[in-house]
C-alpha cells in the first residue's frame, strides 16, 4: 500500500484497468514506490495529473506478422509497437522477438526505457516493441521473411524523427540488417537513422555490440570506487545469460580484472573455476549460434548443469544477471547474500525481483538497477543516431569514451539523487527519481496535457 492516495489512486487504476499485466504492474509499482518517499515536495505532478498521464502509453500498435516457413506453409505471428512517451525526444527502444512475448512485457519494457533514457542525458523517449516470434532453430531465409513482414506494417509507424527501434533478445546485427533492408525498399529513402545497431559498413556505430556489457561494468566499477573504494580488480563474477549483453560483461569485467567463472542459456548452465575463456563463448555463440552446454565438451575443467537458476548456487563477489526478467527471487537472493557477494549490477532488465532486491538492500550489498546499470546500450544507440545525423564515424575510442562518461555520470546522477531523497546509495530509488522527474518537468513545461 502506497502512503500517498493520489499515487495509490494512480496504481489501482493500472491495474483494474489490465489485471493480467504482471510484469507492467511490477514496474510501475517500483516507480511509485520510490515517488512516495518524495511526492510530497511536488504537489504539480498531482495538480497538473502528471502521473496518472506518465503510466498510460501514448500510442500502442498491434498488428499480424504472416510469413511463409522453408516448408511453403503460412505461419503467423503479432506484432507490437508501444511507443510510451516522446516527451523528450523521438521514441526509442528495442525490439525482442520472443515466445513470450505480449502487451504486458512490452509495457514493463517501455516503461523502464522511459526513465533509462532519460537517465542517459540524450533526448531519447521511450518505446518498445517486437513478436511473439522464435528465432531459434528457424533458417535465415525464414528470418529474413519473418523480418520483411515485420517491417511491411512497422515502417509506416517509425522514422529517424518518430521512433527508432533497436535491438534486444532475439534480435541482433542479422534482424537489423533485414529489418533496415526492408524499410530503405519500402520507404525508397536511406534514412540511416531509423534503426539502430546497423551493421558497421551502412551506419553502424563502433562499441554498440559491446556498450550494454561494457556500460554495465562501467558503472558497476564506479560504483565500486565510489561506494567501497574497491574495483573488479581480483574478483570472482557470476554472468547469468551468454547473449550479447552477457557476452561483453565478460568480456569488460575480464579486463578489468576480474574472473568470470560461468555463463548460462533457457537450458542451463556451465561452470569453469579457471575464468570462462571467452573466444570459446564468441564460437559458440556468435558463430555457430549454438547452446551453451558445448563449452564444457570444449573446455577441461568446465561442467554444464541443467536447469539456468542453479547458477546462482555459484559464489561470486559480483552477481551480474545479463538474461531476462525476474530471474531472480527472494530464495536465489538469499543465496547469492550468504555465499558472501558483495555487489548486485542488473544487466537484463528487472532481472530481480522486488523481494530480492529488498534481501540485496537489507544485506548491505551494492545494488544497481537495471534502468541505469544497462542503459550503455541505448545512450551508445543515441550517438549512432548523432553520427548519422553528422554524417560521420567516431573511432572506436572516441565513441567508448564517451560511452564510459555517460555510466559515470548516471551513477554520479542517481546517487546524488538518493541522497537527496534521504536514502544514500539506493540506487532504486534515486534511478527512478532521477529519470521521472527530468522527464515529467518537461511534460508540465511543454504543457503536455
Ligand atoms: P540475447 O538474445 O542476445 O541473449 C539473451 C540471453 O538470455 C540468452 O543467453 C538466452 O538464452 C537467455 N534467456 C532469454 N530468455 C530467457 C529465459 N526466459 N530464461 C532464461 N534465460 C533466458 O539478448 P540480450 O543479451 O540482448 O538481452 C539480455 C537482457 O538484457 C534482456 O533483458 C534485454 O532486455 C536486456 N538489454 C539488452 C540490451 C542490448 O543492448 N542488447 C540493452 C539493454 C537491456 P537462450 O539462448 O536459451 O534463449
Redesign the pocket.
Known amino acids: 500500500m502506497l502512503k500517498s492516495e493520489y499515487l495509490q489512486n494512480v496504481y489501482t487504476q493500472v491495474v483494474t484497468r489490465d489485471p493480467d499485466q504482471r510484469e507492467f504492474h511490477q514496474a510501475v509499482l517500483e516507480v511509485l514506490e520510490s515517488l512516495d518517499q518524495v511526492i510530497g515536495r511536488f504537489p504539480q505532478y498531482q495538480e497538473r495529473g502528471i502521473v496518472e498521464t506518465f503510466v498510460e502509453p501514448e500510442r500502442m500498435i498491434c498488428f499480424r506478422v504472416p510469413w511463409v516457413d522453408d516448408q511453403g506453409h503460412v505461419q503467423v505471428n503479432r506484432g507490437y509497437r508501444i511507443q510510451f512517451s516522446s516527451t523528450i525526444g523521438p521514441y526509442k527502444g528495442?525490439l525482442r522477438f520472443?515466445p513470450?512475448v505480449n502487451l504486458s512485457i512490452l509495457k514493463f519494457?517501455g516503461f523502464e526505457q522511459i526513465l533509462k533514457n532519460s537517465l542517459t542525458g540524450l533526448p531519447m523517449g521511450g518505446a518498445k516493441g517486437g513478436a511473439d516470434f522464435d528465432p531459434k532453430g528457424k533458417s535465415d531465409g525464414e528470418v529474413m521473411r519473418f523480418c520483411q513482414s515485420f517491417m511491411t506494417e512497422l515502417n509506416r509507424h517509425i522514422g529517424q524523427f518518430v521512433d527508432v527501434p533497436a535491438?534486444?533478445?532475439?534480435v541482433?546485427g542479422r534482424e537489423i540488417g533485414y529489418l533496415f533492408g526492408q524499410y530503405r525498399r519500402i520507404r525508397g529513402s536511406y534514412d540511416a537513422g531509423v534503426l539502430t545497431g546497423k551493421g558497421l559498413a551502412f551506419g553502424g556505430s563502433l562499441v554498440r555490440t559491446e556498450?550494454?556489457g561494457y556500460g554495465l561494468c562501467y558503472i558497476t566499477q564506479e560504483m565500486l570506487r565510489v561506494l567501497k573504494n574497491d574495483s573488479f580488480e581480483g574478483k570472482t563474477v557470476v554472468i547469468s545469460?551468454?547473449?550479447?549483453?552477457?557476452i561483453f560483461a565478460t568480456e569488460k569485467a575480464t579486463q578489468l580484472g576480474a574472473k568470470v567463472v560461468a555463463l548460462?542459456?533457457?537450458?542451463g548452465y556451465i561452470h569453469d573455476p579457471n575464468g570462462i575463456n571467452l573466444d570459446v563463448v564468441k564460437d559458440i555463440k556468435l558463430n555457430r549460434r549454438g547452446r551453451i552446454r558445448e563449452y564444457a565438451a570444449e573446455v577441461p575443467g568446465s561442467t554444464y548443469h541443467e536447469g539456468?537458476r542453479g547458477i546462482w548456487t555459484i559464489p561470486c563477489d559480483i552477481a551480474l544477471p545479463?538474461?531476462?526478467?525476474n530471474?531472480i527471487d527472494g530464495d536465489i537472493a538469499e543465496t547469492i547474500v550468504k555465499n558472501g557477494a558483495m555487489a548486485v549490477a542488473e544487466?537484463?532488465?528487472m532481472p530481480c525481483r522486488p523481494e530480492a532486491i529488498r534481501v540485496f538492500q537489507e544485506a548491505g550489498l551494492l545494488f544497481a538497477p537495471a534502468k541505469a546499470a544497462?542503459a550503455g546500450?541505448?545512450a551508445t544507440s543515441g550517438l549512432e543516431m548523432s553520427q548519422n545525423s553528422i554524417r560521420h564515424a567516431w573511432t572506436f575510442e572516441e565513441v567508448d569514451e564517451k560511452l564510459k562518461g555517460i555510466m559515470v555520470n548516471i551513477f554520479h546522477n542517481i546517487y546524488n539523487a538518493s541522497i537527496e531523497c534521504g536514502v544514500p546509495g539506493d540506487l532504486v530509488v534515486g534511478a527512478n527519481i532521477a529519470g521521472f522527474k527530468k522527464v515529467a518537468d518537461v511534460m508540465l513545461a511543454q504543457g503536455t496535457i
Request: charged fraction near 10%; proline fraction near 0%; aromatic fraction near 4%.
Open positions: 528495442g520472443h513470450t519494457l535491438g534486444d533478445i532475439g541482433g556498450a550494454t545469460g551468454s547473449g550479447n549483453v552477457a548460462s542459456d533457457s537450458n539456468f545479463c538474461a531476462t526478467q530471474e544487466g537484463a532488465n544497462n546500450g541505448v
